[in-house]
């Protein structure tokens, strides 16, 4: 009994002294607004209210277009603020800290910062104490490969490049991907701060498809032909390569998956294509098509080893929601669609019609919108 009301007046004697702790931290900072009010107030139109005046009130010497400033990880406001004195920025740093103690703003965020033209000091350590950093943009693309990712990332406006980030085995290794890292990050628009890495949008990216593909295998249609969400994630990257035009996604799936069904191979170009890596010369050739690499679709069966670029969510849902139908075979027609058919016979005629005979103005992928340019 006398250990437990032992540790009773302990706690009781600790939850005191917290008390007595945070009540003089009020006081103290009540007693310092009360200063800077005093100061302020009898001073009247002393120097030290037209100091304090000129110190918060009037704007910034910034130039009109604003003034860029980088605040380290580990600063404070009282070192920003010299180094903005010593800049010809901000007069009377004092007042400004005193400032920011009365209106517990002295806290602040690292990051970059611009500050507008006609923003005075009290503006200033609003925004320092919000945090509100230059937010840049890098926007990966569906149907791009992880290097050409990697690359983007790194040549973006303030990224910090680092050794481990310098090249996809790399930076696979950094992420903890086993293997060719191909597919396993999600294309996307991603936000950073200046001084962000390589590695941090890769590492997000990552755990971004991680997410949307979890969250779309949960969801998946009956009876596919997949083992794992990783098969399905190779599928999608193949939807994504074979067409650009939206509404056909659900269809190329459910023609691939009605022909590992049957045992019949994909043969598809793209797989080719990602197999001869820096061989392609932007010519598919008959013996490329002939050429045995793990994938080539046309000598191999089933899926290749491992996805063959960036699936979108959309090319993730169609491979895990294929269409259902009779189709086996699809063949572009030149403005970026395709042409279906469940035999042989009919595709042959739409190859002919639509890959020998072929318009002036063929393309593969779909013409875009002039306002979406």
């Known amino acids: 009994m006398a250990n437990k009301n032992g540790k009773s007046a302990e706690k009781i004697k600790a939850k005191r002294n917290a008390k007595k702790r945070a009540d003089s931290s009020r006081l103290g900072r009540w007693l310092r607004g009360f200063l800077l009010l005093f100061l302020l107030g009898v001073a009247g139109g002393g120097v030290a209210f037209w100091s304090a005046q000129n110190a918060l009130i009037k704007p910034l010497e910034v130039p009109v277009d604003g003034f860029r400033m980088d605040v380290e990880t580990g600063s404070n406001l009282s070192r920003v603020l010299t180094r903005l004195e010593s800049e010809g920025v901000l007069r009377s740093p004092l007042w400004v800290r005193l400032y920011a103690r009365v209106k517990d703003q002295s806290s602040i965020h690292p990051g970059e910062y611009m500050i507008p033209a006609g923003s005075n000091a009290m503006d200033l350590v609003a925004r320092l104490n919000r945090g509100d950093v230059t937010r840049y943009r890098v926007t990966i693309v569906e149907g791009w490969t992880f290097a050409q990712a990697l690359s983007q990332i790194r040549n973006s406006n303030k990224i910090r490049q680092t050794d481990a980030g310098a090249s996809v085995d790399a930076a696979a290794k950094e992420l903890g991907l086993e293997?060719?890292?191909?597919?396993?990050?999600?294309?996307?628009?991603y936000i950073y701060?200046?001084?962000?890495?390589?590695?941090?949008?890769l590492r997000q990216a990552a755990e971004r498809m991680?997410?949307?593909?979890?969250?779309?295998?949960?969801?998946?249609a009956e009876n596919l032909p997949y083992k794992d969400a990783y098969e399905a994630l190779i599928m999608a990257s193949i939807v994504e390569k074979e067409t650009g035009v939206p509404w056909e996604r659900d269809e190329i799936a459910g023609v691939f998956v009605r022909r590992l069904d049957r045992g019949m191979r994909l043969q598809t170009d793209p797989t080719v294509i990602y197999g001869l890596g820096d061989n392609y010369d932007g010519n598919l050739r008959r013996k490329d098509l002939r050429n045995a690499t793990p994938y080539n679709t046309y000598v191999i069966g089933g899926m290749p080893p491992t996805p063959i670029a960036l699936p979108g969510r959309e090319a993730i849902h169609a491979a895990l929601n294929p269409k259902d139908g009779n189709s086996l075979y699809f063949v572009a027609k030149g403005d970026g669609s395709h042409h279906f058919s469940s035999t042989l016979n009919e595709h042959n005629r739409a190859?002919?019609?639509?890959?020998?005979?072929?318009?002036?103005?063929?393309?593969?992928?779909?013409v875009k919108n002039s306002d979406s340019d």
């Open 179 to 189: 293997g060719n890292p191909e597919g396993r990050i999600f294309p996307d628009t």
């Open 193 to 201: 701060r200046s001084g962000a890495s390589d590695l941090d949008l």
């Open 210 to 220: 991680d997410s949307v593909l979890a969250q779309e295998w949960e969801n998946r």
């Open 351 to 366: 190859v002919r019609e639509y890959q020998l005979k072929r318009r002036s103005d063929y393309r593969s992928s779909p």
